[in-house]
């Protein structure tokens, strides 16, 4: 029996190499699988061995990529991550740099130093450690599409209390965008970001599952009135990676369900 293979939305990706950081889970995991749906070698980073590897295995076809351990944060092994990549595979057309992590949430009046620096470093300072290294490759080849993970909250403050670290990191992720983007725009280079608003995540669906109280504010800060899905993130990202997105620099693209209307 023969099975129907969906033809491809963006057949360009074919045989690209696509890296996608914090990618064994939610939404990096599901941009991980867009790109293997493509056609796409998938380079795989984040710390867990086994949560990396099981993602691996859910791709589309077992050959088409990689697990990578990398803590997005120390710029030493992001180094050696895009050093890896180059070795084996010669190339970086694509990148993702979804992977985050923060500190304690807490109200700024209240908030220590070390959580402050943890947010800032796991959601920002990676950021700029992933494109730091990225970019080199991609100028060397002339190419290259980098989109990186902000949020609503980098377009406004966070509306739940002991955010303002995180709200603050992406906002700068977006500040970095645009300016990395200006810089490179002459170079065969597009930089972008996507801003998703809630989404089905596992931690935010373990989140809203122990406050329901809090859940019910979250849905209710979505005029959809339901959460995004870690697909329709996934497919804003392949199209601002596509052929059809390459007037698309700098700006970012919105995926909220009305969150900022």
């Known amino acids: 029996m023969t099975v129907d293979v969906p033809p491809k939305r963006y057949p360009e990706m074919t045989d690209k190499v696509a890296l996608v950081t914090g990618g064994s889970t939610g939404i990096g995991l599901a941009t991980a699988q867009a ?25 589309m076809d077992s050959g088409c990529g990689s697990w990578v351990e990398c803590d997005v944060t120390d710029g030493r092994e992001v180094e050696n991550l895009i ?42 300072t990676s950021v700029f450690l992933c494109m730091r290294h990225q970019l080199p490759a991609m100028l060397k080849a002339g190419r290259g599409v980098i989109v990186n993970n902000s949020s609503v909250d980098g377009l406004r ?41 809630w989404v089905g995540t596992p931690p935010v669906e373990n989140f809203i599952r122990k406050n329901a ?22 497919n804003g990202v392949l199209w601002l990676c596509s052929d059809a997105a390459s007037f698309m620099l700098g700006s970012p693209l919105v995926l909220d369900g009305g969150y900022m209307a």
């Open 35 to 59: 790109f293997a749906r493509e056609g796409a070698t998938v380079i795989i980073a984040s710390r867990n061995e086994k949560r990396g590897k099981q993602a691996l295995s859910t791709l």
């Open 83 to 124: 050093s890896s990549i180059l070795k084996g595979y010669g190339r970086i057309d694509y990148a993702f740099n979804n992977a985050g992590s923060g500190g304690k949430m807490s109200p700024v009046a209240n908030m220590t130093e070390d959580a402050w620096s943890k947010t800032i470093n796991g959601y920002l």
């Open 157 to 197: 403050g966070y509306p739940l209390l002991g955010g303002a670290p995180y709200s603050a990191a992406k906002h700068e992720v977006l500040g970095l965008t645009r300016s990395a983007a200006l810089e490179h725009a002459k170079d065969g280079i597009r930089i972008t970001a996507i801003c998703p608003g």
């Open 213 to 234: 109280q809090i859940g019910a504010q979250i849905i209710g800060q979505e005029p959809i009135s339901r959460l995004g899905t870690t697909d329709e993130v996934a």
